[in-house]
């Protein structure tokens, strides 16, 4: 077994993943493909990602020299290659021989053969069969001076329910729980007369059956994103016999369902897969939407990534497919740059002729030809990574997070109430994270595991659910000078989903200085408002005073050491502590008891970055759509400037001497626009 080696690379990666699996009956393509990618300064592709059909086309008939000529002429051509396992589609043969290795879905029905992703992890015949292909890839290829980074499989997602699994699921579920009275007590099985006698007799959650045991559901999401693991976990085993090289897996936008932070201590580095709707909503909700996901990615790893795929053009599978406008090719590939990733690349490098992603961009579409708007902007992109190679391998510093945790919002979303037309977490975080960003602040996306020693501000909007030791790691954050930001719904269920008995949030009451006593749900109509508090116990901030809209939940607290800040200004709790401070230790413990509006969360912000020490390297407050971030190493600073608004703005220089980069500090910073400076 090898040692496996640090993911290094003396360039920023620019390239895609490509398929010439497709073409091999048409050579001349294959030539042309050669020329086009080296012209455009392409220097590494994805191969493999789906090509166990031509690389196995039978079962133990291997055809490998094909890929062996590929990745022979890419190297020689200076273009290195990203190996995939080809394990996210299996070949028709496989599941017309094996079927169990076909998935079952919730209702207990077996799948047929076809799209991606359909097969058990669990299936002992699957997993055999996939470490066959892969040792054979391994033992091929694995020290090729030309290949630099295992894929594992691609994008993950789905589940199975077939007997295979539920077996798996109860076997997980007695290393969880031990006994099966354990099981009971976590799950709340008296509800309902729901109580089981045997680990045997559970099953996981069905429409035909159970779905309203909270417990099941996340215990079965739990066991879901364990299963996805130990696959990758197997995989990345199987190609370490033969070849060092780090493994990484693509992971998706907002996507729920496996805990990407679980999935992530199987890899060496993290790579994800992004596709903006551009042109659907205002550039600058996009951009800010679409840099809090690179931040998640970063931050699951704490070091740089990949943009594993990106469209140089227009998708084919959004509702409407729109164009890229000239310019922003280029500003996605730099945000992802200016984020802390090492690689830019694209789905696809050459256009398919037929199937479900024949309209779908790519490099290089069907006429084929060098003379394209989308090459010829490739090639810009290019240029311009050549000139930022300076920031390869420097890190991203963070002193300040937001709690973004899956198995909370596993457990929120599946809790029934106080909302079940939408919770809106996602907009709270995102409104507290674009408070964070106009100020030119770096911001790390966390979960309840992650260590808290390196922030001076930590954000935790509605974590609903607090496993065990999280309201004491934010105790203690707190107690030793950190500035903490809670809000609504917080610290009221464990983590089996069970409702916390005593005063919530859970193990914050002394923290915040506060308990909660209800909450009100308001219809997507209704408003209320936050106004200056009045009294006595009340402290006057006045860069928060109101008035600001609030809507969708206002929980009501009853304050004992805190002071309010802001009150409700409607409805029968008007005049309620909607927004609080309270002194803990060497710290303070903000608490924000509504859903207010963006205006809020700017000013909130701006007063949180101050008293815990936090500037931004620009100074102050940056105009709507202007993004600044911040990478540095060993010896330098690098700054990224980039306008996402919808006009040219002059930048004034940060303090300190500096020298760009990339782009030109003397003239207004266009749209689409993308400065980058180094420190002398």
């Not at 006698?197 to 364990?226: C, M, T, Y």
């Not at 709707?277 to 840099?291: H, I, Q, S």
């Not at 920031?391 to 973004?404: D, E, N, P, W, Y």
Request: net charge negative.
């Amino acid at each position: 077994m090898y040692k496996v080696r640090e993911f290094e690379t003396k360039q920023l990666l620019h390239g895609g993943d490509y398929n010439p699996e497709q073409w091999l009956s048409m050579p001349e393509i294959l030539d042309k493909d050669i020329e086009l990618l080296t012209g455009a300064g392409i220097n590494v592709v994805s191969l493999g990602i789906f090509a166990w059909a031509e690389l196995e086309p039978e079962e133990g008939v291997f055809n490998l020299d094909w890929m062996e000529k590929i990745i022979n002429r890419l190297w020689k051509n200076g273009i290195r290659t990203i190996l995939a396992t080809p394990s996210g589609a299996r070949p028709k043969w496989l599941a017309d021989k094996y079927p169990e290795v076909l998935r079952v879905s919730p209702d207990r029905r077996r799948m047929l053969f076809g799209a991606r992703h359909n097969h058990c992890l669990t299936s002992p015949v699957y997993r055999e069969k996939v470490a066959r292909i892969d040792r054979e890839l391994a033992k091929r290829f694995g020290s090729h001076p030309g290949v630099i980074l295992w894929h594992i499989s691609n994008e993950f997602s789905g589940e199975c329910h077939c007997p295979l699994c539920q077996d798996a699921f109860r076997s997980w579920l007695k290393d969880r729980y031990t006994t099966i009275d354990n099981l009971n007590a976590a799950w709340y099985t008296k509800f309902w007369s729901h109580s089981y006698q045997s680990f045997e007799q559970v099953e996981s959650p069905s429409p035909l059956g159970e779905i309203a045991l909270h417990g099941l559901n996340l215990d079965w999401k739990r066991f879901v994103s364990e299963q996805t693991a130990s696959f990758i976990a197997a995989e990345r085993e199987v190609v370490r016999e033969y070849s060092d090289l780090p493994v990484t897996v693509n992971l998706m936008y907002y996507f729920t369902q496996l805990n990407y932070a679980r999935l992530a201590r199987e890899i060496d580095i993290v790579s994800w897969d992004t596709y903006p709707a551009w042109n659907k909503w205002p550039l600058v909700e996009t951009a800010e939407d679409n840099g809090f996901w690179h931040d998640v990615m970063r931050s699951l790893l704490k070091k740089p990534y990949i943009q594993m795929e990106s469209c140089p053009s227009a998708t084919n599978w959004q509702g409407v497919s729109k164009l890229k406008k000239p310019g922003l090719l280029m500003a996605q590939g730099l945000q992802a740059i200016a984020h802390g990733a090492d690689a830019d690349l694209y789905f696809q490098i050459r256009q398919s002729r037929g199937s479900s992603e024949k309209f779908h961009g790519a490099v290089i579409d069907h006429y084929g030809g060098a003379d394209t708007r989308v090459l010829s902007e490739v090639s810009e992109v290019s240029e311009a990574l050549k000139k930022l190679t300076p920031v390869v391998g420097s890190r991203t510093k963070a002193g300040a997070a937001i709690l973004f945790d899956w198995e909370n919002i596993w457990a929120m979303e599946d809790a029934q109430g106080p909302r079940n037309d939408d919770l809106h977490w996602k907009d709270l975080t995102l409104k507290i994270y674009h408070g964070l960003c106009r100020l030119g602040l770096n911001v790390d996306v966390i979960g309840e595991d992650a260590d808290l020693s390196d922030y001076s501000l930590v954000a935790v909007p509605m974590a609903y659910q607090f496993r065990e030791g999280f309201a004491e790691k934010l105790a203690s954050f707190t107690a030793q000078g950190g500035i903490l930001l809670t809000t609504f719904w917080s610290g009221v269920a464990d983590g089996t989903d069970l409702c916390y008995l005593g005063p919530r949030p859970h193990g914050l009451v002394d923290v915040l200085g506060l308990r909660s006593e209800e909450i009100d749900g308001l219809y997507d109509w209704e408003e209320n408002e936050l106004v200056r508090a009045q009294g006595e116990d009340t402290l006057n901030i006045e860069s928060l005073r109101g008035p600001y809209t609030c809507k969708y939940l206002c929980e009501l607290p009853r304050l004992s050491t805190a002071k309010a800040v802001l009150s409700y200004g409607r409805d029968f709790y008007a005049g309620k502590a909607a927004v609080t401070r309270n002194t803990y230790g060497e710290g303070s413990a903000w608490y924000v008891a509504a859903h207010a509006g963006q205006e809020f969360f700017d000013d909130l912000m701006e007063y949180l970055a101050a008293e815990a020490g936090l500037q931004g390297p620009m100074g102050g407050s940056l105009p709507a759509g202007i993004q600044v971030t911040e990478r540095t190493d060993a010896e330098h600073r690098y700054i990224f400037i980039q306008n996402f608004s919808e006009t040219a703005w002059t930048v004034e220089m940060p303090a300190g001497e500096w020298k760009p980069l990339y782009g030109n500090p003397d003239e207004p910073l266009p749209v689409y626009g993308t400065l980058v400076l180094e420190s002398i």
